[in-house]
């Protein structure tokens, strides 16, 4: 691809260097060569830019290199534009449209002609698959489902009855969509009854979903994960579960039921959300951090129980000579004491 | 379904309404309509009571509301009522036998005639199934694997050697029973040697467990969950360990092996066991938190590592003042010293 | 076996005891009887060698018993003679070849004759599969995977697109080789855009992996996880990882990508490891700690975040009193100001 028209493919300006420079990928600063876009973003990889071997450079305005035998293109976000030219030379494999003998689909199931169902996929009754899907080896698709427009399905997912996926989702192996929240009575002998578990899981379009995660349906209704957010590996989000648009779920957080996850939410890795929470807009809770209250919008928050979190790193810097506050505090004491006595 | 009717079925008292009001579900105060029961258990959603559409609300014994335009249901445990209303309108879809071709079930298996086998579901040599089971799609049995009556078993799990279930279980998608423990020996060059893992889980009757959970086998002998236990999604149990009766395990807690768990145990989210250790019947570990110590029967501990849940509570408190803490002691030595000097 | 012929096998010598006793398995002091042979490695049970009905017993130079009716076999390492012992009475179950009819190998994959492929496994195109490979029911293999010697993949595990998994390595059920990594850049609208995953896994040999972990491919490039590393069940290694030789990796534990791990480092339950981070060789994170900054070799951490692990055990002692701290700090504020009052 010439340079000049992957300028105009990921929205970049040509500042300098051959317009019709040949540029066949894209690669970071330390392995790009000759024929390889790359990016600067951190200016912590500054230096990296001055011996880089890569054909061409893309920078965000204002950030200037001394190099002139690089050619550079221009962007709002350097990063952003990366990852769109690493999406133009890595593109998705475009399906390829086949029916595995070895797939079993109930008769009652709306199949598109236009879908990839590979060998051992189960496909329930009344079930919906549009156009564009792929669901790879090992698929179990209960009854009553719906997968949107060119959804891919990684082998080994089960989606249970009657959840519903939008378009463009991406579901990685093994996660489940969709299994019995964990909900029980007790009873007054201290065993525990179980609630009937007949809700169902909406996804909506162009949510990402990770390997080996799980998603509870809600006892009556719906769990809902809205659009355009990204949930990572090995994540447990409770029954009747509202997540908003363009968040991002880090690997390993864990949310008990009931609770409603803002717009744009960030909750890093290993992350523990209480039942029954309202976690505001563009909050942001750090890794292994966790509350049983709700957080306010726009607020970061973090520890264990979760709380400000300049007021935490304040506290945990404390933490680490807290044995020698404890002694420090017993000779004050001390000293006090002597000087009472005076 | 007549109200009298179905208060007999729930053991509550009929206080007031007509017995045969036409009663078709259960549901929440905020969705209930004239023809479905609904119930008040925690005094926070007593103002919903006063605007509910709901026919009929079960009340706990002491608890008045002024509505004469509903029927009351009496229960000694209005949540506990209702759950079984649930259960009257949403019961669990009834077996349908069969046994699905593409199912691969080695001759020596017994498997019950009035059983559900989906496709793709793999018996191992020897394995005893018994009538009420159900095996979803994708399913793999190995050798020598018994599963008691009326127990489901959903897409995608695996039951590994020798492993034993009881009757009426439910192991929902994904999940994996009787895999090898983590156990290795050091040699004196530093690599781990890998102890073999022979022994098998016994899972007793009326257990469920969640999605993508684990449960290893023991090393020798068995790790084992008892009757009535609930287990979430993603946790984590080691080998050997034993878990008592209609105890609660929360998402993404893990035990390390040789563990002993007591009756009616609470382990919340997020919760870390370490391994060989003793937590008494009734005892309760908060979310996040873990212990390397035994806890003794009836306690509540809270934190890492865990302590009495009261003491952590205040410790928490001050813990986000910490940073001010310190700053005052400092302040206090100036103020001694000049003291002091005098 | 005979004893003598037992102690030639493990590397022991026998010390007393007849060298043709025949002895038949290997067992704990508590279970053992007159056939077994059982070990002492922790002194701890050594009031159970007084009473054990052991035939004989495995012993660390140096430590004496008084018991002249067992046979004795002397170790460098009781724990690791014992373990040895424990592979001869149990190994693992010999390969028996087969393919099973029900088995979906893409006709380009190179299977060798001498492996076991069960029911309902998924082979890709380009897949080259070693002799003594076992690959159990439902497993998926994408295309271009090449599987090494004697390697053990378990049911419902998936390997994904041009992944590299050694030799004599075991990956149990249901766990998640080379799905996608966490990866996306932010745009200027505040949604998340997917930087392409087109990385791979390589596993190295011997090593073994747990339940329903998920090991993320590299976005370019590979992940990495080398020779006679062990990782437990539902672990999280994020793409373009790398884990050093012999290390250890508990259950539970996440790494967010990019991080290099060194050898025979140990990384207990429920850790978490950020992004872009090195840990040292033989560095040990405790239980539930986290670090987001480098840790140095042979350093011992705890804590979230980590600082040096016999701090930490002051700082958590004194923190179960911090309230107390918190109330006593105010107390002589007070006494103070009386005294600055004089």
């Not at 090992?138 to 939008?166: A, F, L, M, P, Q």
Request: with cysteine.
């Amino acid at each position: 691809m010439k340079l000049i028209d992957l300028a105009r493919e990921i929205s970049c300006e040509l500042e300098s260097g051959p317009p019709d420079l040949n540029i066949t990928s894209a690669a970071g600063l330390d392995i790009a060569g000759p024929s390889d876009v790359s990016f600067l973003a951190n200016p912590k990889y500054t230096p990296q830019v001055q011996v880089t071997q890569a054909g061409a450079v893309i920078l965000t305005h204002g950030v200037d290199i001394k190099r002139s035998d690089i050619a550079i293109l221009r962007a709002k976000d350097a990063y952003v534009a990366y990852t769109l030219a690493l999406r133009v030379f890595f593109p998705s494999p475009p399906i390829v449209p086949c029916l595995h003998p070895a797939a079993v689909i109930d008769e009652s199931a709306q199949v598109d002609k236009n879908v990839e169902i590979h060998a051992n996929v189960v496909i329930g009754k009344n079930c919906i698959v549009e156009s564009g899907v792929k669901l790879l080896p090992n698929v179990t698709i209960y009854d009553g489902v719906k997968i949107g427009r060119d959804t891919v399905i990684h082998s080994g997912v089960s989606v249970r009855e009657n959840c519903e996926i939008g378009a463009r989702c991406i579901i990685q192996n093994n996660s489940t969509i969709g299994s019995h929240g964990f909900g029980y009575a007790r009873t007054s002998d201290k065993k525990w009854l179980k609630i009937p578990q007949v809700g169902r899981v909406v996804i909506e379009d162009d949510v990402e979903i990770g390997a080996n995660s799980s998603i509870d349906c809600a006892s009556v209704g719906e769990s809902r994960i809205k659009r355009g957010t990204k949930i990572d590996n090995l994540v447990q989000i409770g029954h009747s579960c509202t997540i908003g648009e363009d968040a991002l779920i880090c690997a390993q957080t864990g949310l008990a039921g009931s609770s409603v996850i803002g717009d744009r939410v960030i909750l890093a890795g290993q992350v523990g959300i209480a039942g029954h929470l309202k976690v505001g807009d563009d909050a942001v809770l750090t890794a292994k951090s966790a509350t049983s209250h709700d957080v306010e919008p726009g607020k970061t928050i973090s520890g264990i129980p979760g709380f400000d979190n300049r007021d935490w790193l304040r506290s945990t810097a404390a933490f680490r000579r807290l044995g020698d506050m404890a002694k420090k505090l017993r000779e004050l004491q001390e000293r006090i004491i002597k000087l009472e006595q005076k």
